[in-house]
């Protein structure tokens, strides 16, 4: 006779599959980062970082700065519109989950939603640094028009 037992599912221990909008979401978020520094290390030759001396070179120096700056401006936003393309995606699947079972287990709900936060962390975080790189690069320009 087999005793019947209640188990406990631990959500953290299950091994989660990566998606393929997970894998685009993190792909994106890197080739922002890439671009962002590349936009920051093209500066770097003409006057190195941390130097308070101007280039030599100054009309070229403030175009590359003021094509950067405005660039960035675009490259900033982008991991936010990656954020809440995949946590669209990701709360449509949920809500049609909860239209086709009666019972929503809690832990699974807190579980997606604890997934959305974990993309919008990484989102932050590499706008933060566009926003950073933007500033720096602001900065320089605004002390060259000083």
């Known amino acids: 006779m087999l005793q019947q037992t209640p188990t406990q599912w631990d959500l953290d221990a299950v091994d989660h599959y990566h998606a393929l909008d997970e894998k685009f979401f993190v792909l994106a978020l890197v080739v922002v980062f890439i671009a962002v520094t590349a936009k ?3 500066i770097w030759p003409l006057a190195p970082p941390f130097r308070r001396a101007l280039p030599s070179n100054l009309p070229k120096y403030r175009k590359r700065l003021e094509l950067s700056v405005s660039a960035l401006l675009q490259w900033l936003w982008l991991p936010l519109f990656f954020w809440l393309f ?3 995606h990701r709360l449509y699947d ?3 989950q ?4 009666k019972f929503i287990p809690i832990s699974a709900t807190m579980g997606d939603l604890r997934e959305l936060t974990k993309y919008f962390s990484l989102a932050l975080s590499v706008t933060a640094y566009a926003f950073l790189v933007r500033w720096n690069l602001l900065t320089r320009l605004v002390r060259l028009r000083d």
């Open 40 to 42: 920051l290390v093209r």
């Open 86 to 88: 995949i946590s669209s």
């Open 94 to 96: 949920l809500f049609g």
């Open 98 to 101: 909860f239209e086709s079972t």
